[in-house]
Nanobody, 123 residues
Framework: QVQLVESGGGLVQAGGSSRLACAASGRTFRRHLLGWFRQAPGKEREFQAAISWSGTWTNYAASVKGRFTISVDNAKDTVYLHMNSPKPEDTARYCC????????????????WGQGTQVTVSS
């Protein structure tokens, strides 16, 4: 089992920065890749980025590459999503998720999910 708890987010100024955190726990969490997804009202869940616990592998959605950075702190069992220069269209609920099966951008391949944290970007 894997448990994921997100923190961070809230109200962010466009062009500013924000950091989301995802604390992982459970017996098998280190066997999983961790990813970030977001979902805005009326829209589909959208992949943002994923990372291995070693930090040697990362994957980004084209829409955030160069603006968002995913990182891992093994001492804290935490994965971060650094949002640089967010835009109002980045407003969404951000969730972290874990997958053991593939280096996928498809949310259906992710087995464990956190509750999410709301990010609202003001212009």
């Amino acid at each position: 089992q894997v448990q994921l708890v997100e923190s961070g987010g809230g109200l962010v100024q466009a062009g500013g920065s924000s950091r989301l955190a995802c604390a992982a726990s459970g017996r098998t969490f280190r066997r999983h890749l961790l990813g970030w997804f977001r979902q805005a009202p009326g829209k589909e869940r959208e992949f943002q980025a994923a990372i291995s616990w070693s930090g040697t592998w990362t994957n980004y959605a084209a829409s955030v590459k160069g603006r968002f950075t995913i990182s891992v702190d093994n001492a804290k069992d935490t994965v971060y999503l650094h949002m640089n220069s967010p835009k109002p269209e980045d407003t969404a609920r951000y969730c972290c998720a874990a997958t053991i099966s593939s280096r996928s951008q498809d949310y259906r391949d992710y087995n464990y999910w956190g509750q999410g944290t709301q990010v609202t970007v003001s212009s």
